[in-house]
């Protein structure tokens, strides 16, 4: 069983849903780090979270410590949120990450 | 500012062959890290640096050597490459421990195809 489970592994949405992408995961952690990759693309870091609840603009991520379990959620989804989220969980003593394997979105106009 | 500058971002190389990956960065980031990216599978870590002049294995470090001989590079070094490293390479760096926790910045990747 791998350390950070991603589901969906795949999404299409319509432009204008509400989009959820769910990480579990299984270790210890210091934070939790959601990334998004654009096809072809490099990596950007949209949000590191130990606690609560961080929005940024569409994007709003999630966590809970105590069930191991981060959701980010995506309002008013648009066809440029197509992309691959990735969950990453960062146990803390030389800031080395641990990925999910990505869930690839696609938003239709 | 550039932020991680990978070097070169296509190679293609033939069984056997060596070649080095260059990461740089101009953050002045005391941690940098080497992945790899494959269809289906998380990045995972090959291996990675908490300072000038040191090195450390990852998940995957077999067949890859590494050095940070300056705080700004990390040089990633192929000695006879396989198929089997044919991937996409990401280099990422992070402020480090003292920071606390901080995202870490990445690379734009390089695809290296080994025939």
């Known amino acids: 069983k791998n350390e950070v489970e991603q589901s969906p592994q795949n999404l299409t949405a319509q432009e204008g849903e509400f989009i959820t992408i769910n990480c579990s995961y299984s270790?210890?952690?210091?934070?939790l780090h959601w990334l998004q990759q654009h096809p072809g693309g490099g990596i950007v870091s949209l949000f590191m979270?130990?606690?609560g609840k961080k929005k940024h603009g569409r994007l709003i991520a999630t966590i809970n410590i105590q069930e191991k379990h981060s959701s980010l959620h995506i309002t008013a989804s648009h066809p440029r949120d197509s992309a691959v989220y990735i969950c990453a969980v960062d146990g803390g003593a030389t800031n080395k990450l641990i990925f999910g394997t990505g869930t690839l979105l696609a938003v239709q106009p | 500012n550039a932020g991680v500058t990978q070097t070169p971002k296509f190679r293609v190389l033939k069984t056997g062959q060596s070649m080095t990956l260059l990461c740089a960065q101009d953050?002045?980031?005391?941690?940098m890290y080497w992945y790899r990216q494959d269809p289906g599978m998380g990045l995972r870590l090959i291996h990675y640096s908490v300072g000038e002049g040191t090195t450390a294995k990852g998940e995957v470090p077999d067949g890859y050597n590494v050095s940070r001989l300056k705080k700004q590079n990390f040089l990633l070094g192929l000695e006879s490459a396989a198929p089997s490293q044919t991937s996409v390479y990401f280099c990422?760096?992070?402020?480090?421990?003292?920071?606390?926790?901080?995202?870490?910045?990445f690379g734009d990747g390089t695809r290296l195809s080994i025939l």
């Open positions: 270790v210890g952690i210091s934070a």
């Open positions: 990422a760096s992070s402020p480090g421990q003292g920071a606390g926790n901080q995202p870490q910045h």
């Open positions: 953050m002045n980031h005391e941690y």
């Open positions: 979270l130990s606690s």
